[in-house]
């Protein structure tokens, strides 16, 4: 199963964000054992080397995103992806940006704690409980 992991799911991990830390934690083990083939967005790259910087250094972000690389594929970014995702009824751009990139990767669907930003997405969008649930069935 083909999920692209939306950037705050990431971040609740590699932040330790309580209360979603343990699901978003369960998710990536999900991601390391092949249950799940786990995408990250391009754009999702740079937002965590973002917050990673801000509330550390340089050097542990570099680390991070390098782990992130070998654990997740990327969903790139370009023109194409970019002008779709224009045209999409989406009410943020970057989470349009997300959703078309992981179109153009024929993905499966998305995993966000924000399922209201993906409202108008015609690929199924899960929340972690609800992937979760799915895995296990």
Known sequence: M?????????LDVLLAREPY???SEILFCE??????QGYLCATTITTIDYFLAKS???ETS????GKLLKLFSIAEV?????????ALDFSDFEDSVLYQSGVCM???GFVTRNKKDFKTALLPV???SELLELIKN
């Open 2 to 10: 083909k999920i692209v992991f939306d950037t705050n799911v990431v």
């Open 21 to 23: 830390l343990a699901l």
């Open 31 to 36: 991601v390391e054992k092949g249950n799940i």
């Open 56 to 58: 550390g250094n340089r």
């Open 62 to 65: 570099k680390v991070t995103i």
């Open 78 to 86: 370009n023109h194409f992806v970019l002008k779709k995702a224009l």
């Open 106 to 108: 024929d993905v499966d």
């Open 126 to 128: 899960y929340s972690p």
